[in-house]
């Protein structure tokens, strides 16, 4: 009857130690797949819209219009767009008054998006330069557009 006491006990603690190993391993895998951020960089280009959606979780949600083009399939093209998140509200409120204009994005990438931060898995965390395309082209549309009415 002794003999079976001591097997119980080394199951318990290897049951024990497994659970703690499978618990760290899980840990390690969130962080990794949701928060390690896996690159950094910058994006420019023409900014097309940023809208603030969602149905539970509401978000700053981006394109980025790039210069150029890109074939995903033989005899395609297509153009390059960069999708992003924006996490902070006051980069994204200056991101929505510049819609239209060519804007450089530092940007972090993660391995996977989460829903509370955004749609993509690219999250833009500043603003480096917003330049207006054509400065001078408003001063010369705009006596023709009045002319003309």
Do not use: C
Request: no cysteine; hydrophobic share 40%; aromatic share 16%.
């Amino acid at each position: 009857m002794n003999d079976l006491q001591p097997k119980k006990r080394r199951s318990r603690k290897w049951f024990g130690r497994f659970i703690g190993i499978i618990l760290i391993a899980f840990t390690i895998f969130v962080y990794v797949r949701y928060y390690y951020v896996f690159g950094t960089g910058v994006k420019s280009g023409e900014l097309n819209y940023l809208v603030y959606k969602g149905v539970i979780f509401k978000t700053y949600e981006g394109k980025l219009i790039q210069t150029g083009f890109r074939a995903d399939k033989p005899g395609g093209l297509q153009s390059n767009q960069f999708d992003f998140s924006v996490e902070n509200k006051e980069i994204a409120e200056k991101l929505m008054l510049s819609s239209g204009k060519n804007v450089q994005l530092h940007y972090k990438e993660f391995f996977a998006p989460i829903p509370w931060r955004g749609y993509t898995k690219f999250i833009v965390d500043s603003i480096i330069s917003i330049e207006d395309p054509h400065p001078d082209l408003q001063h010369e549309i705009a006596p023709y557009v009045l002319d003309t009415m």
